[in-house]
């Protein structure tokens, strides 16, 4: 009974609920008495799987690598600060997705995932083909510091919402649409066009969400050099960004936590639950490898 108890124990503790709620799941269901201290030396028990996942030999190469960075609130020296979890998923060769692992810092900063790379360098991984990220400065030239043949294609939809912050309501509309031009342009030369059309009808009212665009161009616009398939799972971080929704839901009962290791178990546990289901590989599986084969023959064969 008292290992069925630390199972679920663990299962209410994945799912989100905090000590106190599950000391009361437990008595109301199992008719059972255990205290919050019982159930935190349980739940801390996962710390050792953590080091284990944490520092498991990774895949040689890795088609795409999803990088994003989520923010938490964590006690620290009495006061509550901002730290955060840098989060990576792979995509390897069988065309199945994979977190990489979770590492925790202070605010994002191309000099942190400078140790995130380095890691994954030091469990194993040679190659990624190609880096998708947020448009972190700097973070470009740091992928390609550790990993120097991989092409990273900045997220377009970090790229629209930033230059919208510039951006009033009544305008916002029409300026979006203008945007979907560039993006959804079938060839680069055309999204230059776009993107020419685009300056000349905004460049008076909005000249800074311009020049994130032209200051950008070359790190947004890599999604052009491939086929319609790779381009739909490149051109954006939903994918990651899905994961990062469902460990949210999983930890929004915690508004902050007390210490690096509570933090840490938490979203390797919630991390865990979301990725339950990624079994199969991505769609259009058969047409994305073949694609990857013609392109970079030698490097996928690794």
């Not at 973070?139 to 120097?148: H, L």
Request: proline residues 2%; charged residues 25%; positive net charge.
């Amino acid at each position: 009974m008292v290992d069925g108890i630390e199972n679920v124990i663990v299962s209410l503790y994945d799912k989100g609920m905090s000590n106190a709620d599950i000391e009361e799941q437990i008595r109301e269901v199992y008719n059972f008495d255990v205290s919050t201290s019982a159930i935190s030396r349980i739940t801390d028990k996962i710390s050792g799987d953590i080091v284990a996942w944490q520092n498991r030999p990774l895949e040689p190469i890795y088609l795409i690598v999803w990088m994003d960075g989520i923010v938490f609130k964590v006690r620290e020296n009495s006061k509550v600060v901002n730290k955060t979890v840098y989060i990576a998923v792979g995509l390897r060769r069988d065309g199945k997705k994979e977190v990489l692992g979770l590492w925790l810092g202070k605010n994002e900063s191309a000099a942190f995932w400078m140790n995130v790379l380095t890691d994954m360098r030091a469990r194993g991984t040679e190659d990624i083909l190609i880096t998708a990220t947020d448009n972190l400065n700097g973070f470009t030239q740091t992928i390609k510091n550790v990993f120097p043949e991989s092409k990273t294609q900045i997220c377009v939809v970090h790229q629209i919402r930033n230059a919208c912050r510039y951006v009033v309501w009544k305008d916002k509309k029409a300026f979006t649409s203008d945007m979907k031009l560039i993006y959804n342009a079938p060839t680069q030369a055309a999204a230059e066009a776009a993107l020419k059309d685009f300056e000349d009808k905004w460049e008076d009212k909005y000249s800074y969400a311009i020049k994130s665009w032209r200051d950008n161009w070359e790190e947004l616009t890599v999604f052009f050099e491939f086929p319609i398939e790779i381009r739909k799972i490149i051109y954006t971080t939903n994918l990651i960004e899905n994961l990062n929704g469902k460990i949210r839901k999983y930890t929004k009962n915690k508004l902050s936590f007390p210490t690096d290791d509570a933090v840490m178990k938490s979203v390797y546990l919630a991390t865990r639950e979301a990725t339950k289901k990624w079994s199969m590989p991505v769609r259009n599986w058969g047409i994305i490898l073949n694609q990857f084969l013609t392109i970079y023959e030698k490097r996928v064969r690794l």
